[in-house]
């Protein structure tokens, strides 16, 4: 049996939740953090959404079992001060802190976690509704899925009953997605909690105006006293005006400044960049449920064509790293045989004429015109690879996108090709290979595998993989995948980046996490 215990941060939390007992005003007054980013939230029901504009706010009101420690994707506690898994490997019982509460008053225990985790895997749960829940589908495999069922023997003890061993379960738990939100909120507005969640952490959901800002408050019941006790999350579409804002004072945070904007505003001043790992990937995903990119010539093809390395010098800042691997250097599964496909024409014409498509062929390629941290130049990299593409006969209509439109249609198949990115949650191989890749992930309206690669030998490399406990043989499952990844080129990886997030340099406590998550709750002005 393995156990984890963490005594010393349990007994943190309920000391420090005596000492604030009858701290009720402390969401009350006191500083403001402005934070600027690129674009809006889509969802912020974290068991509903998908991409790290929604994740990076609701993981700062609703917390987990489990979580991160800042800087790292070692697991700490959270809602659970304890956990151990049986000898048979399926069986997980968690040890919930005691006398936490929700921000509407409402206890955090064990009948609490069963609600949330029944109403995500049962489709039987009322509380389910015909809603996406793309990240328990791609983490567990479905409804139910991986876990068979959930206990609560106590008001403090969680169990669940896995169908077979899993090595991520745990790094799953941590992430975002499976954050523990209010089942009375969730009762009493089904509808409305993904615009006004209710959960247990540093802040509390306070406003959201679409398209503008999202406001949170300070949670005076939370362990850790926030320092800012308002934090104001704006909406700054034109990179421009998120510079000279930056520049002038008004903002406290900006994330995804770019390149070009992270170097000029380094040079200013009272700011300090900083660099989140380079824990993503950005790549061209072909839909293989469309005639054409069901054959492996024609995938390979394109890898030969896209001069990636040329892409990755001009528009991404230096440290940026040509994806060899699909997963990020140094990650389990990063296979030193591996090596991004040769900028290589001829070939590509060649493969193209052993396919049957000799005089080439006329496609469409989708992307948003949102920023990312994997992306910062949406439009001139589509460029790049329309005019490349072009020298070998495949005439390709670019196709621009909101954010919050691009994801429903790729996630349901309503692309040819895709400019698509990643940014990993967990510190797993599972997280970039199972999630992206694997056919479970191809499921709509859910689908993270926008390729719609179905490879079953590809599926039972990851099933060995989540069920493997030692070190050494999942290295091994996940190199022999990473090479196959790169053999049947359902997709084409172009670049790993680390991500620039500027901050006032008075502001102190910032720890550029491989998530992109910003933990408020631990800066000081």
Known sequence: MYRYVYIGLALAFASSALALGG???????GPTLIVARVKDAINLDPAQSSDSMSHNVSQEIMKGLVQFKDGTFTIEPAIAQSWHVGSDGRTWTFVLNKGLVFSDGTPVDADAVKF????????????HANYRYPYYVSMFGGFPGLISDVRAPDKNTVVFELTHPYAPFLSDLAMGAFAIGSPHAIRNGLGDFASHPVGWGPYVFSEWVKGDHITLKANPNYPLQAAYKTVIVRDVADPATALNGMKNGDYDILTDPGPAGAA????????????????????????????????GLVRQAIAQ???????????????????????????????????????????????????????????????????????????RV?????????????????????????????????????????????????NFLYTLLDQDSAKRPNALNAAFWRDPRFHQLMIAGQTATDPKERSRIYEEASQMVHDEAPVVPIVHVTVPVVVKSSISGFVPNPDTHIAFEALHP
């Open 23 to 29: 701290c009720g005003s402390g969401s009350e007054g």
């Open 116 to 127: 949330n985790f029944d109403r995500w895997r049962l489709i039987s749960s009322p509380y």
């Open 264 to 295: 000029e505003l380094a040079k200013v001043p009272g700011l300090s960049v900083y660099y989140q790992p380079a824990n993503n990937i950005a790549y061209l995903a072909m839909n293989e449920e469309r005639d054409i990119f069901d054959n």
């Open 305 to 379: 064509a896209i001069d990636v390395r040329s892409i990755v010098h001009q528009f991404y800042p230096h440290g940026a790293e040509v994806a060899d691997n699909w997963v990020p250097p140094g990650m389990v599964g990063d296979n030193p045989r591996v090596k991004a496909y040769a900028y290589d024409p001829a070939k590509a014409k060649h493969l193209l004429a052993q396919a049957g498509y000799s005089n080439g062929f006329s496609t469409e390629l989708l992307y948003s015109t949102a920023p990312r941290p994997y992306m910062p130049e949406p439009q």
């Open 382 to 430: 589509a460029e790049a690879i329309q005019t490349d593409l072009k020298a070998v006969g495949i005439t390709v209509a670019l196709r621009s996108l909101d954010w919050s439109v691009f994801l429903p249609k790729t996630s349901n198949g309503e692309h040819s090709m895709a400019i698509l990115g990643w940014t990993g949650d967990n510190g797993d191989p599972d």
